[in-house]
């Protein structure tokens, strides 16, 4: 089993930043891929960005260039900094690990509880 933690989400107002952190323990960390998904009130959960072993990352088109996956493997931490946020930003965040670097949900085992982020305008 892996545990993974999701912090450093809050409320901010359109425009601003947030570093979402996760933090994992239980397994190897540095042989899984890692994801960002988000999951709005009434809406299907949405792949954010994914990030390889290799750190090979991909990010969706409505973040790209706003928001950046990252990972560092000493601290068996991966990020998510958002930057010139948007209130259709606003929803729960989680972090996800699994064997296969993917965009579908499907490719992760793992999950985390969620951190809220809510961007107000």
């Known amino acids: 089993q892996m545990q993974l933690v999701e912090s450093g989400g809050g409320s901010v107002q359109a425009g601003g930043s947030l570093r979402l952190s996760c933090a994992a323990s239980?397994?190897?960390?540095?042989?899984?891929?890692m994801g960002w998904f988000r999951q709005a009130p009434g809406e299907e959960r949405e792949f954010v960005a994914s990030?390889?072993?290799?750190?090979?990352?991909k990010h969706s088109d409505s973040v790209k260039g706003r928001f950046t996956i990252s990972r560092d493997n000493a601290k068996n931490t991966v990020y998510l900094q958002m930057n010139s946020l948007k209130p259709e930003d606003t929803a729960l965040y989680y972090c996800a690990a699994g064997g296969i670097f993917g965009t579908s949900a499907h490719s992760y085992d793992y999950w985390g509880q969620g951190t809220q982020v809510t961007v107000s305008s």
């Open positions: 990030i390889s072993w290799s750190s090979a990352s």
């Open positions: 239980g397994r190897t960390f540095s042989r899984y891929a």
